[in-house]
């Protein structure tokens, strides 16, 4: 077949971490970001899916999860291991993970090796060839991966009811890896039916970060990912959406094998694509504020002065998601304290934030903490590519990326308490983990 070409490519570069990012599509619908580092012969080729567990149709949860199991059982061309071979002899690295908007499979490898891994994943977009044996084999190893990430782990079966509280009608708040008695119903005609829906080169996005120039990697993507004929359309997706909370949720698990308790408090916030302007970074900054490290704010009352922590973060899961977001915050009681106990005091020093604000000197040290710690990540090749890959699959752009830091230097103190009023204790639900003996 005729490789489609595409249209030239149009550069976006980020002023202040100096990044020159190189984007086009191809004819075929697929969408092609590249992202020079020429500090070592390496390049990291990651493809992705803007597809994941909140699209596994219902009853079906772990769908997404399974099929990328699944497309490593190879192809005519590619036999199961045969690939994974080849990177190892030449010393590469391949990995893949399933989000609830996204699914990623990269792979990092001598530069040489770039078109490789594109002939690879290319085949396996459309020619993924499965028996009713493998399905079966795999099938068995989720769920004893379910047994290990959750079943058997109170604190995983914690964060699953505290989700499907917060969220129970948009499938965001389903398990990325299913409900077991949903994977035990998972067949070779659902995963091929999903692949084929969804695995197609207008749902892909092509992340290539490393040394390689960009009109290699055009020419290259457009020879051998261009051969893939476009699906056709990519069907809506339309999901359920929760009304917004009124009434705060608590949930209490109490299981005999709980090493230490735990509290985790959870709140639905916008995602950076469907916030208004400021939000997310506000999100973001107060995240850090509040519990970035053991300079912020909950740690310092909670653990330093009060000792009713031993252990306390914040977190604004703000890449993860196309809709709404989660804001968590979790914290380890000390002994003598309860996860009753600390999620009170919790909600009294984010009552004392209410009041008396934020000190401007706080703000600034944990801007420049936040912008520092993101830009030391993006050093590493592997990060870089997996923040424009996430980004991108969750509604956001190039010109979003590349005024990040900008946007959370401009944050405000009062933007900081807009974002605190989002965390108000009934909008969101506690989840307290503690031993059977301490019920």
């Keep these: ?198 695995y197609t080169p207008e749902n892909a996005l092509l992340v290539v970060a490393g040394d390689a120039e960009p009109e290699a990697v055009h020419d290259l993507a457009a020879r051998i990912y261009g051969a893939v004929p476009a699906a056709g359309s990519t069907d809506e997706r339309r999901h359920p959406q929760d009304p917004p909370s009124r009434v705060h949720r608590q949930i209490t698990l109490t299981d005999a094998t709980v090493s230490e308790p735990q509290l985790t408090r959870l709140q639905m916030v916008p995602s950076p694509g469907t916030a208004v302007p400021g939000e997310a970074e506000a999100l973001e900054l107060l995240a850090f504020l509040l519990g970035g490290d053991e300079t912020s704010i909950l740690y310092t009352r909670l653990v330093v002065e009060l000792a009713c922590a031993t252990r306390v973060q914040a977190s604004y899961w703000s890449a993860y998601f196309r809709g709404p977001a989660r804001f968590y915050i979790q914290g380890i009681p000390a002994p003598g304290t309860t996860p009753r106990d600390l999620d009170r005091s919790v909600d009294a020093v984010l009552a004392d934030l209410r009041e008396s604000g934020f000190e401007a000197s706080a703000i600034a040290r944990a801007k420049t903490q936040l912008v520092a710690s993101a830009l030391y990540a993006r050093d590493s090749q592997v990060s870089l590519a997996n923040w424009y890959g996430m980004a991108l699959c969750c509604g956001l752009g190039l010109d979003d990326l590349a005024t990040w830091e900008a946007r959370i230097e401009a944050v405000t103190a009062e933007a900081l308490l807009r974002a605190l009023s989002l965390l108000a204790r009934e909008r969101g639900v506690s989840g307290h983990l503690i031993r059977s003996e301490a019920a």
């Design 1 to 198: 077949m005729r490789p489609h070409s595409s249209s030239p490519p149009v550069a976006a570069t980020v002023p202040d971490a100096a990044i020159p990012v190189t984007a086009f599509r191809l004819e075929n619908g697929m969408q092609v970001v590249v992202i020079p580092d020429r500090r070592s012969p390496i390049v990291t080729h990651m493809i992705w899916y803007r597809n994941g567990s909140t699209d596994d149709p219902p009853g079906k949860s772990g769908l997404a999860h399974f099929l990328e199991h699944l497309m490593f059982k190879g192809t005519a061309d590619y036999p199961a291991g045969r690939f994974s071979a080849l990177l190892a002899s030449v010393g590469g690295e391949e990995n893949a993970f399933t989000g609830w908007d996204f699914t990623a499979y990269h792979q990092r490898v001598p530069n040489e090796y770039l078109s490789t891994c594109m002939t690879y994943e290319a085949d396996r977009m459309r020619n993924l060839a499965l028996d009713e044996a493998v399905v079966a084999t795999e099938r068995e190893v989720i769920l004893e991966e379910r047994s290990m990430v959750a079943d058997a782990n109170p604190a995983g079966l914690l964060g699953e009811a505290v989700a499907v509280a917060a969220i129970p009608a948009h499938p965001a708040g389903r398990p990325i890896i299913g409900w077991r008695h949903e994977i035990e119903g998972l067949t070779r005609a659902d995963a091929l039916a999903y692949y084929r829906r969804f």
